[in-house]
Each structure stands twice: as structure tokens, then as C-alpha cells.
């Protein structure tokens, strides 16, 4: 029962990575197009788009915690792992506690900052606080503060099943077109 309910909150979370890395990709290609408009529109009309300032601010945030789920499943995050690769060489066993620590750890971080920046969206969304210059562009703060809340939740989601089932790499905690195969340590 609690492995197909782990195997389901896994297929779930990895589908909402997915889903949300897409829309952080589309985020980007908005972005380029944007920075390309304003390039032309200041270069040959000397009229820059208002707020492509504030556009790029956010669209950055907005990137970084949209695509950061998929990055965690993956394993693809920033971080130095030649000390545990040469580590696993010698003492596997050592390695996979060290790696469930830091998996541990990671969880609680993503946990917190969503727990912190949840009632942030909340705030925000009452109070309708923007940033901008105004009566040139102003954009709301509650997109950017959902994002991060949404975001850094699926990452503990995905971190806490890394956790939970003793799987770091990619191959063991697998996206959803891979339902069908069978990898070592999976379970499946």
C-alpha cells in the first residue's frame, strides 16, 4: 500500500516537473522575444518597450523556480558530488547515506522556503503589491511568490521521495514515459 502510494506521488510530482519545466521554457522563449523586440524597437523607432526591466526581473524568478522541480528530478542541480562519486567507489553504502542526508536536508530547505513564501502569495494577492515604476509599468508581486511557493514544494515533494525510497539518480526515480521499464532498484 505505501509503495504504490510513493509510486503514484512520484508519478504525480514528476508530471507536475515536467508540466512546470515546459512552462518555464516558454517563459524563456517569451523573454528572448521580448529582449529581441525592445532591441529593435530601440534601435530602429528609438522607442524601447516600457518595463522590458521589470519583464526581465521577473520572467528570471519565474524561470529559475518553474524549472527547478524538473531539475531536482533529474538530479541535474548545481552541486558538487566528486567527493561522494569517489566515495561510492569504495563504500557504496557510505555514499547512499551520505546522498539520503543531503537529499534529507535539501527536503526541509524547499519545505521552509515554501512555508515562508506561501503566506507571502496570500499577502500579496490581498494587498495587490506591484513593483514597477507607476503610470509607465507596473506588474504584480503575487505571480512570482505562487511560483516560488509552487515550486520549491514540488521540490520537497521530489527530494522527499528520493529520501523515502533510497533513489538518487534519474534512472531509478524515473519520468512518467518510462512507466514501462524496469530499473534496478525500483522497485518495478
Not at 558538487?80 to 547515506?97: C, I, M, Q
Not at 507571502?120 to 511568490?145: A, C, R, S, Y
Not at 509552487?150 to 524515473?174: E, N, W, Y
Request: hydrophobic share 55%.
Amino acid at each position: 500500500m505505501f509503495h504504490t502510494f510513493v509510486a503514484g506521488l512520484s508519478r504525480v510530482a514528476n508530471t507536475f516537473a515536467i508540466a512546470t519545466n515546459a512552462l518555464g521554457t516558454l517563459v524563456v522563449l517569451a523573454l528572448v522575444a521580448l529582449l529581441n523586440i525592445d532591441v529593435i524597437a530601440r534601435s530602429v523607432f528609438s522607442a524601447p518597450i516600457p518595463g522590458t526591466y521589470e519583464m526581465v526581473q521577473f520572467s528570471v524568478v519565474l524561470i529559475v523556480f518553474l524549472q527547478l522541480a524538473d531539475v531536482v528530478r533529474v538530479d541535474r542541480l548545481t552541486r558538487s558530488d566528486g567527493f561522494l562519486n569517489v566515495l561510492h567507489a569504495k563504500r557504496p553504502a557510505a555514499a547512499a547515506t551520505m546522498r539520503r542526508i543531503i537529499n534529507s536536508l535539501s527536503a526541509i530547505f524547499m519545505g521552509l522556503i515554501a512555508y515562508v513564501t506561501f503566506p507571502e502569495f496570500l499577502h500579496m494577492w490581498n494587498t495587490q503589491d506591484f513593483f514597477g515604476v507607476p503610470g509607465i509599468f507596473t506588474i504584480p508581486w503575487w505571480p512570482v511568490k505562487l511560483v516560488i511557493s509552487v515550486g520549491t514544494s514540488l521540490a520537497c515533494i521530489i527530494f522527499m521521495i528520493k529520501v523515502i525510497t533510497a533513489q538518487d539518480r534519474p534512472q531509478l526515480v524515473h519520468a512518467p514515459e518510462h512507466d514501462g521499464t524496469t530499473h534496478k532498484g525500483s522497485g518495478k
